[in-house]
Every structure is written in C-alpha cells, then in structure tokens.
C-alpha cells in the first residue's frame, strides 16, 4: 500500500535560514505527492502538490520537486521567515490521501 | 462561509457515550473525507464518501465507529460507546472529484475529548 515517511521533528531554525524537510513515499502507480502546512491555531491547508515524475510544485518561496528514482519529495525553502513557523505534512495523494506525521517548524527572528 | 464546517469544535464526553459530529462541505464538492489526528500524529484515514455512498471505509477502526452522507452534502460521524482511547481531533475535508486526485480543504476538526 502507498506510505509516507518524513522527517521528525521540532526544526528549529534562524531567520533566513535554508529550510529542508525530507519526504519519502512507497506506492503501487504514480500518485501525486503533495504538502501541507498548518499554521498555529488553523486547519490544514494545501501548500503545494506535484502530479507526476520531475514536476516541481512551489508556493510562497517553498518547493518541492517529484523524484521517481529516489521516491522522495522534499520540501526547500531558501529563506525562512518567522511567520513559516508550523507543521509541515508530507501527503501520498489518491482520494485515499496518506500523510506523514508532520513535522514541526520553529523560525527565530 | 465558503469553506468546510464542522461541528461542535469541541465535545468533552464520558466513556461508554455516544457522540455525534458533523461535517458541511463545501458546496459543489461530491467527495467527502474524514480523518482523525492523534497529538503529534498526521492525519490518519478512517473513510471516504463519493456522493452519498462510502467508497472506502477502510480506516474505520471498528464497528463502534459508523459514518454517513444521506444527501450527498452534510455528513456524520459517530461513534458509538466512546474508549478513552477514540480522544483524538476529528478532521474532515471536502474536494472536487472525478478530476484525479487533487486538493482536500479541511474543516479545522472537531476535538472529542473521552473522559
């Protein structure tokens, strides 16, 4: 069955720190991959998704790029602002959408 | 509002009760999800609605838990003789279908509390 393993968290870095989180996934087919965040205090809200092999999803500075060969899809950002403070989750798309655990983002001004 | 509503936000209850919370997706959207978060847990899969049927109810944990979408919108989940261990945020999410797989809006969940 399709899985999703992703970095433990708290990250806890400094402003304008380069930010990655690493995902890795397992599926039967080609799923699409996708990241969520959720900010303090608000729902899970989609932050950026790929659909198929070498696509590259970004939204607000964050990108993450499709890796067949590696299975993997992580998430880069060059410059993290405090307000990039959240969980992070990795997510193995289908309509039976698989998360990670999330990971937990600190920014310190 | 236009995003996915779920009720209450809260519930506190004592083992043994049965609970009932309440999602409102958002209008247009045929599919319908409900997951479940433990603290510092992702979101696990309990079931999935295509129109009024349940596609998938394969997360499901067992047969005190049950599900329903009568008119194809509104959707409840209950839980029958709650366990201390069913304390959990209940999240749901709506999406287009028949579009492949794409973008879930959550609700912000509904924190069920078994005392």
């Known amino acids: 069955g399709n899985s999703v393993t992703q970095m433990e968290g708290p990250v806890t870095l400094s402003e304008e720190a380069f930010l990655t989180i690493n995902c890795t996934y397992t599926?039967?087919?080609?799923?699409?991959l996708f990241w969520y965040v959720q900010y303090p205090g608000e729902g899970l809200q989609l932050l950026l998704k790929?659909?198929?092999?070498?696509d590259k999803g970004s939204n607000k500075g964050f990108e993450a790029t499709y890796r067949k060969e590696t299975t993997s899809f992580h998430l880069e950002k060059g410059s993290v602002q405090v307000s990039d403070s959240a969980v992070y989750f990795c997510?193995?798309?289908?309509?039976?959408?698989?998360f990670g655990a999330g990971t937990r983002l600190f920014v310190k001004a | 509002g236009a995003g996915v509503s779920q009720t209450p936000s809260n519930k506190v209850t004592e083992k043994g009760k049965y609970v009932e919370l309440r999602c409102d997706p958002i209008s247009g959207h045929t599919a319908l999800y409900w997951y479940r978060q433990s603290l510092g847990q992702g979101p696990e899969f309990l079931i999935y609605?295509?129109?009024?049927?349940?596609?998938?109810d394969s997360g499901l944990p067992n047969d005190r838990f049950f599900a329903v979408r009568p008119e194809g919108s509104v959707s409840t989940l209950k839980i029958q003789r709650t366990e201390r261990g069913d304390s959990a945020v209940y999240l749901c999410a709506s999406s287009f279908a028949g579009e492949g797989p794409g973008e879930l809006f959550f609700g912000e969940g509904s924190r069920l509390t078994v005392l």
């Open positions: 609605f295509q129109g009024t049927g349940a596609a998938d």
């Open positions: 599926a039967t087919g080609y799923p699409s």
């Open positions: 790929a659909t198929k092999a070498d």
């Open positions: 997510a193995n798309g289908g309509f039976k959408t698989i």
